[in-house]
């Protein structure tokens, strides 16, 4: 506690319904993982605390619906958010073209300071799927690499939240990247004026 | 938050439930946030932990919840039995949750302080800027750069709302004292001002519950008074600074010699939220022999005189423009304690700060009879004046003194508060002339361990405080008697109005 810096970073996972969202949260927060699928109403919440060289940071992980139909929240709790990751199964093309509409959403709704800069890694969920069974891998890495070069340098992850494939990896990446566009920042803002009102009198520095 | 089954809004149900669980094991606190409207902790009254963390992103999505529905605020849920009030400016949302039934209103009323000593110690100005130009500061960076923050919240959530009845009447408490002693010690601070450049105001309280003595500002200043709750975030920020200053003493083992004192920003956020002023605080002491004066002193289990103090004291605070006025503020310090001390003023007030207005201070022909045929049945009283914007809060009974009793009866008289003044809403929302002066409305409620019984006057509140076992008829007795006394009393009871 003493010596370290303590922060704490608000991250939002966005991306299409059933790309995996709240698994990779789930096997990042708890090493859990269900085959079960139960789509997320409105968001859910965890958090994290780790520490990225010498900074204690707690991760406030919020989960988000793919759905539409469940996203009653709306988005103005995109407001303030440190990092964004963009969630896609490698599975689905679909999944991949959405992308670009929830980075847009999100820039536009959060209107970060400099949207150019804002982090956002871009996680290929699902890569355990076997090829040829109930589906196949559509995005390559190297295709999905490139968008995000396009996009300015996105941060680029391939998981698997099932097998725990490179979710810590993600996450910390994460969590890097929002420490390190942090404190471009102004350190504390405390203001030091003054004002008061003392009357007529006291400008004239009158005497009693 | 882990089941997902329904709706956003019981996931954040599905929390606080397990909160109450906490409540339950930890004793009967309330507990208090205060969070940035991005869903950041800047304060949690059981300090923040990844439990907090949580918490603040689910009343955040609450927020957002009610704001995407087009329900405008957020202000409060009620959860089996656990109620959960909040407050919103443009920058914060504030919390509170409680199980012990009390209201949305009366939480929110509370998260109003909260929100009073949080800008008190940043400024409103540092939440907006910093927030408004970068929605992902942390503001509890802005809180450790702050003078006493922890201390002074901690103080707020542990002791002020919980038994302070300031909080719950919007009205300053006040020493009782002679008319004239309370003239002479006015006088002396207004003198003792004038040391002081750019002075904004001298305020002189009770060490043990900041009961104010006096309050003074310099002539031709605007608003010639200060509100209420200005005084409440002022006597909040001198006991924090006393706490800390005891603290340290222990640790130092420090000598009679220095005096503890204090130079500190605070910011009192209904004359300006903007900006900050600076405030002296430290006390003066009666130089007469102390010793005989304590002996005859009856007060032995006077709650309000701490144990540490042997000597007679009386707490000071000039607040002032100047950054460089700590020399100053010194000299005036200890030019009012020579004038006090010129003669036994000093000592009068200190002992009257020590002492609260106890039921059987009140003469004999006022209540004796039924005190005594009734087997004292008034435990307690209240008498507001919300024009002057002071009460008088008398000592508890000593069956009801302990913290638990009083937190109890001041959660009683926070809920009679404002269901009373709920009526008053309703009476000035109706097209009706405001009612006449005259009118007064009673009621009585009876509770497990005793009963309240309140009355609002055209003009007055009180509250009183009776053993279960008093009759309406007693109690209602009691009151008027109570009330006509009271009124008679005024002048010692309460500071001047000084306009
Ligand atoms: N094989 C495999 N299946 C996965 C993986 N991650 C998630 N799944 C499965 O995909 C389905 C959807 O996962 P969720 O995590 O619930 O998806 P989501 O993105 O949260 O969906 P919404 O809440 O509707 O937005 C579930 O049945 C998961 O078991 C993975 O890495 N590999
Ligand atoms: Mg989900």
């Known amino acids: 506690m003493s010596t370290k810096k303590r922060t704490l970073l608000k991250v939002i996972i966005l991306g299409d319904s059933g790309v995996g969202k709240t698994s990779l949260m789930s096997q990042y927060v708890n090493n859990k993982f269900s085959k079960q699928y139960k789509a997320t109403i409105g968001a859910d919440f965890m958090t994290k605390e780790i520490t990225v060289d010498d900074t204690v940071v707690t991760l406030q992980i919020w989960d988000t619906a793919g759905q539409e139909r469940f996203q009653s929240l709306g988005v103005s709790f995109y407001r303030g958010a440190d990092c964004v990751m963009c969630v896609y199964d490698v599975n689905s093309a679909k999944s991949f073209e959405s992308l670009e509409n929830w980075r847009n959403e999100f820039l536009v709704q959060a209107s970060p300071s400099d949207p150019d800069k804002f982090p956002i890694v871009v996680v290929g969920n699902k890569i355990d799927v076997e090829e040829g069974k109930e589906s196949k891998r559509v995005i390559s890495e190297k295709k999905a690499k490139s968008w995000c070069t396009s996009k300015g340098g996105l941060m680029h992850f391939e998981c698997s939240a099932k097998e725990d494939i490179n979710v810590t990896a993600a996450f910390e990446a994460v969590a890097r990247f929002a420490v390190e566009s942090e404190d471009t920042e102004p350190d504390v803002f405390l203001p030091d004026v003054v004002q008061i009102d003392a009357g007529p009198k006291a400008q004239s520095g009158g005497c009693c | 938050m882990r089941s997902r089954d329904d709706d956003a809004a019981v996931d954040v149900d599905a929390d606080v439930g397990a909160d109450a669980a906490v409540d339950g094991a930890d004793g009967r606190n309330a507990r208090f946030l205060a969070l940035t409207r991005a869903g950041k902790p800047a304060w949690d009254s059981r300090g ?62 509370k998260l109003k302080y909260v929100e009073d000593v949080m800008t008190s110690c940043v400024t409103n100005a540092a939440l907006v800027g910093a927030l408004g130009k970068n929605s992902r500061f942390d503001v509890r960076r802005a809180m450790a750069a702050a003078t006493l923050a922890d201390e002074r919240l901690h103080e707020l959530a542990t002791r002020g709302l919980r038994r302070d009845t300031a909080y719950v009447f919007d009205t300053y408490r006040t020493v009782g004292m002679s008319h004239e002693v309370r003239r002479s010690a006015t006088r002396a601070m207004g003198d003792a001002l004038r040391l002081v450049t750019k002075p904004f105001a001298g305020v002189a309280f009770g060490i043990g519950d900041s009961r104010l003595v006096t309050y003074v500002k310099p002539r031709g200043h605007r608003p010639q008074t200060i509100s209420a709750r200005d005084v409440m975030v002022l006597m909040n920020y001198a006991r924090a600074t006393s706490r800390s200053a005891e603290s340290k003493k222990e640790g130092e083992d420090e000598g009679d010699a220095t005096h503890a004192e204090s130079f500190g920003r605070v910011c009192l956020p209904e004359f300006n939220p903007d900006g900050f002023m600076h405030a002296y605080v430290s006390y003066i002491e009666a130089k007469s022999g102390d010793t005989e004066a304590r002996e005859g002193d009856e007060e032995k289990n006077d709650a309000v005189a701490s144990s540490s103090t042997s000597r007679e004291r009386v707490g000071v605070c000039f607040l002032t423009a100047s950054a460089e006025a700590l020399e100053e503020c010194r000299a005036a310090r200890d030019a009012l304690e020579k004038r006090l001390n010129a003669d036994d003023t000093l000592t009068t007030i200190a002992r009257a700060a020590r002492r609260q207005l106890r039921v059987s201070d009140v003469p004999e022909d006022v209540l004796g009879r039924y005190q005594v045929e009734h087997d004292e049945p008034l435990l307690h009283f209240v008498y507001n004046r919300p024009a002057r914007q002071q009460h008088v809060s008398s000592a508890f009974a000593s069956s009801v003194s302990d913290d638990r009793s009083v937190e109890t009866i001041t959660r009683a008289y926070a809920m009679m508060y404002e269901n009373m003044t709920e009526l008053d809403g309703t009476v000035d929302a109706t097209t009706k002339p405001p009612m006449e002066h005259s009118a007064q409305r009673v009621r009585y409620e009876r509770r497990k361990r005793d009963s309240v019984l309140a009355c609002v006057g055209g003009d007055f509140e009180i509250y009183l405080t009776f053993k279960p076992s008093a009759t309406v008829t007693v109690a209602v007795a009691m009151c008027n008697r109570l009330c006509v006394w009271l009124r008679v009393s005024e002048p010692e009871l309460f500071l001047e109005n000084l306009v």
């Open chain 2, 48 to 109: 923040v932990s990844s439990e907090s963390v949580t918490l603040c992103a689910a009343v955040q999505a609450l927020a957002a919840n009610a704001e995407a529905q087009g329900g405008g605020e957020l202000e409060g849920v009620d959860y089996a039995g656990r109620a959960l009030g909040c407050a919103s400016t443009s920058t914060m949302i504030y919390v509170a949750s409680s199980a012990e039934g009390e209201s949305v209103g009366v939480l929110r009323k």
